[in-house]
């Protein structure tokens, strides 16, 4: 069982900066790929982006692509997203998962408890 405890959310102003920070236990992190996921209140969860094991492939989701970046490290079993230029529409749950396979599929196995980002306008 790997669990994933997600940091740096907050409140912000629109089109301010913030990174989040999501750490992994044990040592299955370098070999998994990544992502994150967003819940608004009322909507359903929505892919944000995603990274493979080595942080060679990544993935957005056509809302974040230009303004939010995702990475890893390793050695410290910790995945970031860099989120810039943040609007209103950003505001939500931010997810943190991870897969027992080294590539980005569909599936996910391991979810955090989120952390919650605000934009205000």
């Known amino acids: 069982q790997v669990q994933l405890v997600e940091s740096g959310g907050g409140l912000v102003q629109a089109g301010d900066s913030l990174r989040l920070s999501c750490v992994a236990s044990?040592?299955?992190?370098?070999?998994?790929?990544a992502g994150w996921f967003r819940q608004a209140p009322g909507k359903e969860r929505e892919f944000v982006a995603a990274i493979s094991w080595s942080g060679r492939s990544r993935y957005y989701s056509d809302s974040v692509r230009g303004r939010f970046t995702i990475s890893r490290d390793n050695d410290k079993n910790t995945m970031y997203l860099q989120m810039d230029v943040t609007t209103p529409e950003d505001t939500a749950r931010y997810y943190c998962?991870?897969?027992?396979?080294?590539?980005?599929?569909?599936?996910?196995?391991?979810w955090g408890q989120g952390t919650q980002v605000t934009v205000s306008s």
């Open positions: 044990g040592d299955t992190f370098r070999n998994s790929a």
């Open positions: 998962t991870t897969a027992t396979t080294q590539w980005v599929t569909s599936k996910w196995d391991f």
